[in-house]
């Protein structure tokens, strides 16, 4: 819990995760390879799941191209990317598109990993290519 919402998720049973006052303290039952990298895994996972709730996660992506742009409509995003039609892309629940001009898109939320794969999901609707990069680029 935290301002920004609320994240729950499941994670591996091998480890032991407690409260101590203000910290998380994971711990692993031995040393194994397995157990250790499962360790690492845990405390990460933890880990973006309390900056997401506190201070959230965003993704720039950059449209660039004659004639390409974004547009809002509602919760839809409606892309113009040289195809014989708009792109239209709903907003999945808990992530916001917010628009800067009509060529920068940022994509907003709390959960990393679905900031991260709508901002791919929208990327793969025109990837950059190659030579000149016309299309939508994912900036930082």
């Known amino acids: 819990k935290g301002p920004k919402g609320e994240?729950?998720?499941?994670?591996?049973?091998?480890?032991?995760?407690?409260k101590?006052?203000?910290?998380?303290?994971?711990?692993?039952?031995?040393?194994?390879?397995?157990?250790?990298?499962?360790?690492?895994?845990?405390?990460?996972?933890?880990?973006?799941m309390v900056v997401g709730v506190t201070e959230g996660y965003e993704k720039v992506l950059e449209v660039n191209g004659v004639g390409y742009r974004a547009q809002?409509?509602?919760k839809k995003l409606v892309l113009s990317l040289g195809y014989s039609h708009p792109v239209e892309m709903e907003d999945p629940e808990g992530i916001e598109t917010v628009l800067d001009g009509q060529n920068?898109?940022?994509?907003?939320?709390?959960?990393?990993?679905?900031?991260?794969?709508?901002?791919?999901?929208?990327?793969?609707?025109r990837?950059?290519?190659p030579y000149k990069g016309k299309g939508i680029q994912i900036r930082y």
């Open 72 to 74: 809002k409509q509602g």
């Open 127 to 129: 990837a950059p290519e």
């Open 7 to 18: 994240l729950t998720r499941v994670l591996p049973e091998a480890m032991d995760i407690k």
């Open 104 to 125: 920068k898109i940022i994509v907003k939320g709390i959960d990393k990993e679905k900031v991260g794969q709508y901002a791919a999901e929208i990327r793969s609707k």
């Open 20 to 48: 101590d006052g203000e910290e998380i303290v994971v711990t692993r039952p031995n040393d194994l390879k397995k157990n250790k990298a499962l360790h690492g895994l845990t405390r990460t996972l933890i880990y973006n």
